[in-house]
């Protein structure tokens, strides 16, 4: 992994979604589905085959999940706030506690193919724990396919303030769990990936952020900032990229840990849609992934 190597080209994942505006939720965020249906132009429908010690992009997501000999289970997360946060958890394999990573949803909701991710980083070692951040927003239960538009319409009317407040809540369930290190981590995709990044400004607690394709905070924010941050990204994905060098530069200004990656070829949503990009995205996934799991355990033991 080669920080700060910045390049260009491309972009992935499903459905054609419209963009709105929204009060609540930054512009630079909103077009997260947009970017997502323009990336599927160009993205094969060749399924990839699972591969070792990576999550499954979303066609293999539902078979992972089924084969997986690891514990997973959902709990309802209370707030300080009298709402709750629906939350997939998966219990590593280990005879050991293990340290905390919350696993923050794209734009289309806690889908199969973020809980197959909690599961890889299960595999891992670590207690993954996906919260379904429009818990409270009562969408009907169904396949991925239904849920995606009515959660990219839903999250457009979340409070950012009150996301970091179920995070935090999220967090403390998962450190209070008998099995767990009292740390934790944090990765987002996408709109989760600026959700992360923005979670490294709000709780002073979080050992390490992982940012995968999320725009970057306003760098007026960004002394607040203490974990380290690892952002990952696709080098044909202009809109998110642009955030990346102010973010930088504020960092490095205030003595923080912040290192990226541009992946040459590679779209947003490289993770998800690794067939995209005539092998791009592979090759971004194969890099990323590796560099994912040697962040957190750097930063919140293995």
Not at 69 to 92: C, K, L, N
Not at 134 to 144: A, C, Q, W, Y
Not at 150 to 164: E, M
Not at 272 to 289: I, T, Y
Request: hydrophobic share 40%.
């Amino acid at each position: 992994m080669s920080p700060r190597s910045i390049c260009v080209p491309c972009l992935v994942v499903l459905l054609a979604l419209a963009c709105t505006t929204s009060k609540t939720i930054p512009e630079s965020d909103s077009h997260s589905a947009a970017d997502h249906a323009a990336s599927s132009t160009s993205a094969s429908n060749t399924r990839i085959p699972e591969i070792r010690g990576l999550p499954p992009d979303a066609a293999g997501a539902l078979s992972r999940l089924d084969k997986s000999p690891r514990h997973g289970e959902w709990a309802m997360i209370h707030t300080s706030e009298g709402d709750s946060v629906r939350s997939w958890i998966v219990y590593p394999e280990r005879s050991t506690k293990a340290p905390v990573v919350l696993v923050v949803h794209e734009i289309f909701g806690l889908s199969t193919w973020i809980r197959s991710v909690a599961d890889q980083l299960a595999a891992d070692g670590f207690i993954a724990i996906a919260p379904d951040l429009l818990t409270m927003k009562n969408l009907p239960e169904g396949p991925d396919s239904v849920l995606a538009p009515l959660a990219v319409a839903a999250i457009r009317t979340l409070d950012p303030a009150r996301i970091q407040r179920q995070l935090d809540a999220v967090a403390q369930y998962g450190i209070s769990l008998p099995a767990a290190e009292k740390k934790y981590g944090i990765v987002g995709f996408c709109w989760g990936g600026g959700v992360s990044f923005a979670h490294a400004v709000h709780s002073p607690s979080l050992s390490a952020s992982v940012v995968y394709y999320g725009t970057s905070p306003p760098t007026s924010e960004l002394v607040s900032v203490r974990a380290p941050v690892l952002g990952l990204y696709g080098g044909n994905d202009a809109r998110v990229d642009a955030t990346i060098p102010p973010a930088d530069s504020a960092l490095r200004a205030l003595g923080r840990t912040y290192e990226y990656v541009i992946y040459p070829g590679a779209g947003h949503g490289f993770l998800r849609q690794q067939s995209g990009m005539e092998g791009a995205n592979l090759a971004a996934a194969r890099a990323a992934w590796p560099a994912t799991i040697a962040w957190f355990r750097k930063y919140l033991g293995s």
